[in-house]
Nanobody, 121 residues
Framework: QVQLVESGGGLVQAGGSLRLSCAAS????????MSWFRQAPGKQRELVAG???????NYANSVKGRFTISRDNAKNTVYLQMNSLRPEDTAVYYC???????????????WGKGTLVTVSS
């Protein structure tokens, strides 16, 4: 069974940095897109950044120039380096991955349970 486990959240002052990690484990044949989403209180979940297996990335406009997504394919892990954090970045951050468990399997979406990032002003 595939699991995604996030780590690295916490409390930080505005202007500070955090690095989130998300490790996928279990029966994994391949991982296509790995992404970070976030959900602030009272708001819908939104895409923060995504990265495909070849390394191409995309970012939400609100985090461009401040956040960097990267991945280690050998470790099935995706990272989110967050710099110049703002109070509006406060949210639960979720890892998402499109995973194929066997060569003949369909690609399925998996989610982590989330890690809380709180940015104080």
């Amino acid at each position: 069974q595939v699991q995604l486990v996030e780590s690295g959240g916490g409390l930080v002052q505005a202007g500070g940095s955090l690095r989130l990690s998300c490790a996928a484990s279990g029966n994994i044949f391949s991982i296509n897109i790995m992404s970070w989403f976030r959900q602030a209180p009272g708001k819908q979940r939104e895409l923060v950044a995504g990265i495909i297996s070849g390394g191409s990335t995309n970012y939400a406009n609100s985090v461009k120039g401040r956040f960097t997504i990267s991945r280690d394919n050998a470790k099935n892990t995706v990272y989110l380096q967050m710099n110049s954090l703002r109070p509006e970045d406060t949210a639960v951050y979720y890892c998402n991955a499109a995973i194929r468990e066997t060569p003949s399997d369909y690609t399925r979406d998996y989610w982590g349970k989330g890690t809380l990032v709180t940015v104080s002003s």
